[in-house]
């Protein structure tokens, strides 16, 4: 039925009508902050997505504040792995996607933050190959990090 609304009365059905008193209703029932005038006054951001290419297919996310690019990281670093030979998950494969999301994770504690604190060169580095070439080398096969 929210779908519904929003097809038949637009944006307005639902920061300004009855989804948005709905929800301002159910938040003073458990104490919340948000009041009808926060859904009014919402302002929306269009942005560009960020994307890289996996294999031949081109993977677009949203940008930070977002943490799409720790997804663009992670397939960046896999892309250097045979993955489909290692196995769905055999002991090499599982180790290969930890330690990538292990390296990705840490960029996205160091660098994610809102918008306009994430120099966009800082971003363009994070999800680039070669990027992903230099931290891919951190990886040991053997043990984990």
Do not use: C
Request: aromatic fraction near 10%; avoid cysteine.
């Amino acid at each position: 039925s929210t779908l519904d609304l929003i097809g038949k009365g637009g944006r307005d059905a639902f920061y300004k009508g009855p989804i948005s008193r709905a929800i301002v209703a159910d938040m003073k029932r458990r104490d919340g902050l948000l009041d009808e005038r926060d859904f009014a006054d919402h302002k929306a951001d269009w942005v560009d997505p960020i994307s890289t290419s996996y294999r031949g297919y081109d993977v677009f996310e949203m940008p930070p504040n977002s943490q799409g690019f720790v997804v663009l990281e992670m397939l960046n670093i896999l892309e250097g792995f045979d993955v489909k030979s290692m196995g769905h998950n055999s002991p090499d494969y599982l180790h290969a996607f930890t330690e990538a999301k292990r390296i990705a994770f840490a960029d996205r504690a160091a660098y994610l933050g809102d918008p306009g604190s994430v120099p966009p060169a800082v971003l363009k580095t994070l999800i680039s190959k070669e990027y992903a070439a230099l931290r891919r080398k951190e990886i040991n096969k053997d043990h984990a990090a």
